[in-house]
């Protein structure tokens, strides 16, 4: 399982009840009242038990970042997926089609799939999920400058609903081979469809959840995410453990004190120059260390510059440099393997703009060490900090993000399909190429993205995205069920499984 749907799988930590009294000192506690929910999030919970009653399981996580929409480029972090994979509903699941959502799935003919939603299932407000909930996200991502699964989803040229909006018929106008990877994390249209922007309807909450866990509050001064069990959810095998409690951990030596106190038994965070070391000395924990399919990128404005100054400006950047630098360490440091260039001139260019999310600490810190890279060359470059969807429509020569590897056919597409990705590429045998690849008339070569890149200089990969996951087997015991597992792994556990 990816590593995105870690953060909790392990953590099966003791039966800490929630006895948290307010201001609790240095400990990341939940407190009796959330500070951030909107109405629809409190109210769409039945009656809840006496706090002193209810399981809770504390984990660790990097400090929130920007919102917590899964379908955008600027949100997608490890703990955006992990909440997104319990409260939000999915079409699939580990490609498998989710029982608990629909009651089936067809191929009616070359271009139509037909999704059954079942009949029970419903948003924790108690309104039925429907084709509308199918229409708003189709909608709402080929809409959005800096959405993800545009190129997938621009093949879809109508959705009809019927049966009581529980009948979805997907008309596609090209051929989409794993349309099973679309319709992933539905949102609650009926709570977002006209009155909020897509880019910042799930800034500070997601309204309504469909799955075995629901958004309680997201409190960003304190860095604590709270999420409750949905006493609404439908489905199978319901959550267990009333709480989870996500808290933001600020330092290693943090990490080290909370999971040594049993304040956390879990933590699943980016590493830090000692971070690794300091967890390893605490007694009776277990550590892990991986890297995900996101990769920090100078990713090139095709439309602005010509393949001789892209080429250029590609050999001038250090990557292993500019890696340790944006990461700010040198330690479990996954740098993106430089594409070698030879015989490249020196071009003469304009003062360049390249822009990079301010909420981004290692893309502001690689961003940065680029500069300094091309003005050892005389290029004059400045970076300009600005939002993603402001960067694609920006007049600017470049940007730094990070961005998800292509992985499959519908990523490999957001990568390099006309009009839709961020470098402005558009080229006749790349389209061609992609549209066959899309149709499933032409297989996945994961190796062609490197030959591509390698010819017309449109990106400097930098940096590899590594999670560093720590369970403390003293709280959970080392033979907890599904380490490694992942956060929809929580929906589980058992309070029996937990140690007494």
């Not at 959502?101 to 948003?123: C, F, H, K, S």
């Not at 469809?193 to 309504?208: C, E, M, Q, R, V």
Request: charged share 20%; hydrophobic share 40%.
């Amino acid at each position: 399982m990816r590593l995105s749907l870690r953060i909790l799988s392990v953590v099966a930590s003791s039966v800490l009840l929630v006895a948290c009294q307010a201001n609790p000192g240095p400990a990341p506690v939940e407190e009796a009242a959330p500070s951030t929910t909107t109405a629809t999030t409190t109210t769409t919970v039945k009656e809840e038990e006496p706090q002193a009653s209810r399981t809770t399981i504390n984990i660790g996580i990097d400090p929130l970042r920007n919102g917590f929409n899964p379908h955008l480029i600027a949100d997608d972090t490890a703990v955006v997926r992990d909440i997104a994979s319990l409260v939000l509903p999915s079409a699939f699941v580990d490609n498998q089609v989710n029982s608990d959502l629909l009651d089936n799935v067809e191929q009616v003919d070359p271009t139509t799939v037909r999704y059954t939603i079942a009949q029970e299932a419903q948003w924790s407000d108690g309104t039925p999920i429907t084709g509308s909930d199918f229409e708003y996200l189709w909608r709402s991502i080929t809409a959005t400058k800096g959405a993800m699964n545009v190129a997938a989803y621009e093949n879809i040229s109508e959705i009809r609903i019927s049966g009581g909006g529980k009948t979805v018929d997907v008309i596609f106008s090209a051929p989409v081979a794993d349309w099973h990877l679309l319709f992933n994390n539905l949102l609650p249209s009926h709570l977002i469809a006209g009155s909020k922007n897509f880019l910042t309807a799930l800034y500070d909450a997601i309204p309504a959840s469909a799955g075995r866990y629901m958004v309680r509050s997201i409190d960003r001064q304190r860095g604590i995410i709270t999420l409750s069990r949905n006493d609404r959810f439908w489905g199978e095998n319901p959550a267990e453990v009333e709480v989870l409690t996500l808290h933001s951990v600020a330092s290693a030596s943090k990490a080290g004190e909370y999971l040594r106190t049993g304040q956390s038994s879990f933590m699943n965070l980016r590493p830090t120059e000692t971070l690794v070391d300091t967890l390893n000395l605490v007694p009776d924990t277990e550590v892990r260390i991986s890297d995900t399919s996101r990769t920090l990128e100078l990713v090139f404005n095709a439309s602005r510059l010509s393949p001789q100054h892209r080429a250029y400006l590609s050999s001038l950047v250090d990557v292993p440099l500019a890696a340790r630098l944006g990461a700010a360490r040198s330690s479990n440091l996954s740098v993106a393997t430089p594409i070698l260039r030879e015989g490249v001139e020196k071009q003469e260019l304009p003062e360049l703009k390249f822009a990079v999310d301010p909420a981004d600490d290692a893309g502001v810190a690689a961003g940065r060490a680029i500069v300094d890279m091309l003005a050892q060359a005389g290029v004059t470059a400045t970076t300009v900090t600005t939002d993603v969807s402001s960067a694609i429509d920006g007049d600017f020569d470049a940007m730094i993000t990070w961005t998800r590897n292509a992985t499959d056919p519908i990523s490999l597409a957001d990568r390099y399909a006309c009009d839709i990705n961020l470098a402005h590429w558009c080229d006749p045998a790349t389209t061609t190429y992609i549209a066959g690849v899309l149709a499933g008339e032409l297989s996945f070569d994961p190796n062609w993205e490197t030959e591509f890149n390698q010819s017309n200089a449109i990106r400097v990969p930098i940096l590899h995205e590594t999670r560093v996951e720590a369970k403390n087997n003293g709280i959970i015991g080392p033979d907890a069920a599904s380490w490694p597992g992942g956060i929809a792994s929580a929906a589980n556990w058992r309070k029996n499984d937990l140690a007494q």
